[in-house]
């Protein structure tokens, strides 16, 4: 509706500009009229005084000085100039055209136009109400928007909430050819596919578990989903291996963590009873091995000693998450490398190698400018710390112990 009133308001002056000269003709119509008149009153005047002449009542003077007056008379009451022009069109003509102009605007725009854009980003200003009308909204969007694709990708995730596992599949599917296999969305496409097969193992999946895996082991999307894969396929040891890797890096007080633990359990039970694989066991995922830690636990070595200052031990608690980060200065504050800990282990020696790199291919030992800080996050999230260490430069594979003591409250 807001849109229709923004073209009637176009429109308006559209049709006044047309209809001007037909409305000023009308104008100029009325002029010419009254022209017609006067001349006929001069032509009338002169006729009385060329007979008053003709019986002797006026001279030839006078006869004149009453023409010369006439023509004043009528020279007063008419506009000198260029003779007007009369338009031959009428008003049905006019009118007919004026009426095309909206009509013709508008089969220009069903044509060439963008109303369903127009609909949808209107529509985007109001929140779905069910999970069906966000589905038909997404439907939408990849509809006029097909290269999108993070709607293709949001698409996908909505449809796996509904348990629409084929449709998922299709739409991660889609967002893989427009930006490549990333990790994020292989690993939602290789669940979507998995249930939209009744639960068949693929190559294609396992090539997914590799690819995902060998870009981040710690990968909690994929490890989750080759645990459920693997338990339903009856190999027992692939998933209590997955999920016990999945839990390792869980915060306890996560209430995720209690779902994993409860796979853990499951596992461990299934195991119990029927062997690490169950006698009709399918073909089911393998979990790629961890890299080798212990090599990369000798590489990239920075030596820190870390503890809290002693005027902020009351403020504290023992189960307080503790995170001691290693950044390379040219990135900013992304983190290379990373140990957490709490603060009923403090003061700790640690020492930070490449064991400990969030991502397999930013090692400390590749890395230039190395500075390194601590942190205490109460709720246990380390991008929203509550007290923080001075940063310190550090260099890699030395004997030299860095002290990090956390002595700063983070004020918000």
Known sequence: MFFLLLSLL???????????????????QAEEDRTALNVALYQERVTELEALHAQGVLTDEQLEQGRQEAGRDLLEDTELGAPLAQTKLGMALPLIAALLIPVGGAALYKVFGEGEKVALTLSLAEQPKTAGEAIARLENIVKLQPDSAEAWFFLGRTYMNEQQHKKAAQAFDKTMRLVGKQPEV???????????????????????????????????????????????????NTALEAWS??????????????????????????????????????????LPPLPDTASLAEQGRISLLVSVAPALLDKLQPEDVVFVFARATSDGQIPLAAQRLTVAQLPAEIVLSDADALMPETLLSAAQDIQVQASIARDGNASEPNWLSAIKPVTVDTEQQTELVIEQEVIR
């Open 186 to 236: 292989l690993a939602q496409w290789a669940q979507a596919e998995y249930f939209s097969t009744d639960k068949r193992w693929t190559d294609e999946m396992q090539q997914a578990v590799d690819t995902v895996l060998a870009a981040d082991p710690n990968d909690a999307t994929m490890l989750g989903f080759v645990g459920i894969a693997a338990f339903e396929s009856g190999n027992f």
């Open 245 to 286: 890797r999945l839990l390792d890096q869980m915060d306890p007080r996560d209430p995720s963590a209690r779902a994993v633990l409860t796979g853990v359990e499951r596992a461990e039970q299934a195991i119990n009873e029927f062997g690490e694989r169950a006698v009709d066991a399918e073909v089911g995922p393998v």
């Open 10 to 28: 176009l429109l308006l002056p559209a049709l006044f500009i047309f209809l001007w000269p037909v409305l000023k003709g009308r104008k100029h």
